[in-house]
């Protein structure tokens, strides 16, 4: 009796994450990755509905995985990838097909947050890709970081690259090839929709911190930007929009902080000059 409730939950478990392949004569997953490690608060959302993980959880096509702050998860994909999530992330597999460990298609949006990756298997071109709201990162085997941001009227996508290849293609279709330690970020006004990018390699700091198998990308901080980013003009002007001030030009609060100052300092000069005139006399 026992071993025929065995085979019954064993065949049900099948039905759900399995499915026979008359071709290959193997078993196929249904399901596309399973929870390795976590901490913190991590959940599963399916249907508006979010459900705290476990160790084995598994995820399925149109699944999402949130984390909360200061959390982290491990994600071991089906291919035998890895997809670490660090706090404040969400992901969501809108499209999963498999047949074997190099013959798969998976398609992961990120929504926001900090994703590393580790794609151990070479996939076809078009079969491996993660997107943002600003792009599309189209894989093979590689070792590779995202995050993405939305900060007030901003969107903030960043990729880099540890090693292997990829090639990004943003919303006007231009393409994008990033070499190993190398990282690309494109920042969009979500008002203007203005939007602009900029390629560098990793700092020697960024390097050693990121040999770290659970470290992430630094997030991208507008307020670090200096004058001479090909950034700064969009940032100032989506600032000063946002400010209600004309592009280009300072913010009201900061014009009177501005006037007062130089306002003070000319009355203190005045009165200096004052003292020396009554000293001669």
Known sequence: MNTFFFLLISSFVLANDFTFNKDSGQAVPNYCGEIKIFRGGVFKENNGQLTPVKEGTRFYKNDKIVTEAKS???????????????????????????????????????????????????????????????????????????????????????????EGQVEISNLKNEKFKLNPQGKLTIIQDTHSKNEDS??????????????????????????????????YPLIHASTASHSNA???????????????????????????????????R
């Not at 498999?98 to 580790?118: A, C, E, H, V």
């Not at 390699?201 to 470290?215: H, M, V, Y």
């Open 72 to 162: 982290f998860a491990k994600i071991l994909m089906i291919d035998d990838s890895t997809i670490q999530l660090g706090a404040n992330s969400e992901i969501k597999i809108t499209e999963f097909q498999y047949n074997t460990k190099t013959d798969r298609k998976m398609i992961i949006s990120m929504i926001k947050g900090q994703l590393r990756s580790l794609i151990k298997n070479k996939a076809k071109e078009g079969d491996l890709e993660i997107k943002t709201k600003l792009a599309v990162m189209g894989i093979r085997g590689t070792e590779l970081l995202i995050n993405h941001q939305e900060l007030k009227n901003l969107s903030v996508s960043e990729f880099g690259l540890l």
């Open 198 to 231: 900029d390629s560098q390699s990793f700092l020697e700091d960024e390097k050693k911190a990121l040999l770290k198998e659970e470290e992430f990308m630094t997030l991208f901080l507008p307020e670090k930007v200096l004058k001479d980013s090909p950034f």
């Open 246 to 280: 004309p592009a280009g030009q300072m913010p009201e609060a900061q014009e009177v902080k501005k006037t007062s100052s130089n306002w003070q300092d000319n009355l203190k000069k005045l009165n200096e000059k004052l003292k020396e005139n009554q000293k001669k």
